[in-house]
């Protein structure tokens, strides 16, 4: 008879208090002692030896958006103790937004690589990754490369939107504009021609942007290629093509 009342007792033991709820990327919570209702604050609760909370421990939720950043919280469940404990939830409790944002879709043309916000809000912080859902945490940077030539280079640069109440807000982000004009990298590292030079009755036009400057359509220049001198001109849609109409490759 005495081993069953001691195996009773542990099972009443085990269910008397109540485990902390878990946080997740939407929201946190704490405890507090439960006082008159459920809208009135207590003390803080204090986990048992065995880390839960007792009967009578009121949780709060706190909603991680930054767009709930300064609610209080509510309160959603308190800690009943009937036959074992176990958190009963109150009615009509809003959940909390989720403030992650999607990843940006990617193509041929253009990537995106993001990054966390660094420590002191200012700038990049390190690469970082989705979570486990595919999506990223409110805060998280992105900043987008374009991977053709020609390109606008303000998209290269310190450019980047953030991800706020889970959309990306633009900061600096121009879209690639790869019907700009013709780029010279371009010329010389993809269509391998070399040693350019500009015609001296018809001089090249520029399109200039903070960081980069591009030729403009019906831009002429001169190129090697292989040796050999090449009449060039930059046609609309941003393509270098020869004197006869033919796209440019130095093969």
Known sequence: ????????????????????????ETVWYEYYEYVENRHTVGEAATKDTSGNYPPQTHARAHCKALSKKADPGVFVAICYQRRGSQWMYYRNITACPDPRCEPLKKSVSVSYEYYTKAAEGKGMGTL?????????????LVRRYCNELPRNSLAQAETYAECLDSEWKLKNLPDCRFAAGCDEEYLLEKLMFSDISYWVNQPAKFSE??????????????AKCKGESVKLTCADGGHWVTADGRKALCE
């Open 209 to 222: 942007d903070n960081t980069y400057r591009h030729y403009r359509p019906g831009s002429r220049v001169t």
């Open 1 to 24: 008879m005495l081993l069953l009342f001691v195996a009773i007792g542990l099972v009443e033991a085990v269910g008397s208090s109540c485990l902390p709820l878990p946080d997740n």
């Open 128 to 140: 970082t990754n989705p979570d486990g859902s595919g999506k990223y945490p409110e805060q998280t």
